[in-house]
Nanobody
Framework: QVQLVESGGASVQAGGSLRLSCLVS???????MGWFRQAPGKEREGVAG?????????TYGASVKGRFTISQDKAKNTVYLQMNSLEPEDTAMYYC?????????????????WGQGTQVTVTS
């Protein structure tokens, strides 16, 4: 049974930074990890993905490229999302996702397991 527990969400002023963490437990058959976000009234959006064993090892959503960085610490079973230059538009619930289901990408159907989310609020 794969479990994902996110942490690190907070309220921060525009221009600030946050680092989200996702603690992973259980065996992931086809290892890849991702971060998604969902704002009220909007669809869940892919933010960043990491696929260390693949031809493409990381990917980012257009709205966060250059500001967000996904990384992992395998010894700690943790995946991180470093978020810099935060904007009010980044306000959302952020979800960790695991296990590639087919081609590596940032669609919700590309991942098999999900965490409960952590809230990020960016104030202007």
């Amino acid at each position: 049974q794969v479990q994902l527990v996110e942490s690190g969400g907070a309220s921060v002023q525009a221009g600030g930074s946050l680092r989200l963490s996702c603690l992973v437990s259980g065996y992931i058959y086809n290892y890849c990890m991702g971060w998604f976000r969902q704002a009220p009234g909007k669809e869940r959006e892919g933010v960043a993905g990491i696929n260390p064993g693949g031809r493409i090892t990381s990917t980012y959503g257009a709205s966060v490229k250059g500001r967000f960085t996904i990384s992992q610490d395998k010894a700690k079973n943790t995946v991180y999302l470093q978020m810099n230059s935060l904007e009010p538009e980044d306000t959302a619930m952020y979800y960790c996702a695991a296990e590639c289901r087919g081609k590596f990408g940032l669609r919700t159907t590309d991942f098999g397991y999900w965490g409960q989310g952590t809230q990020v609020t960016v104030t202007s």
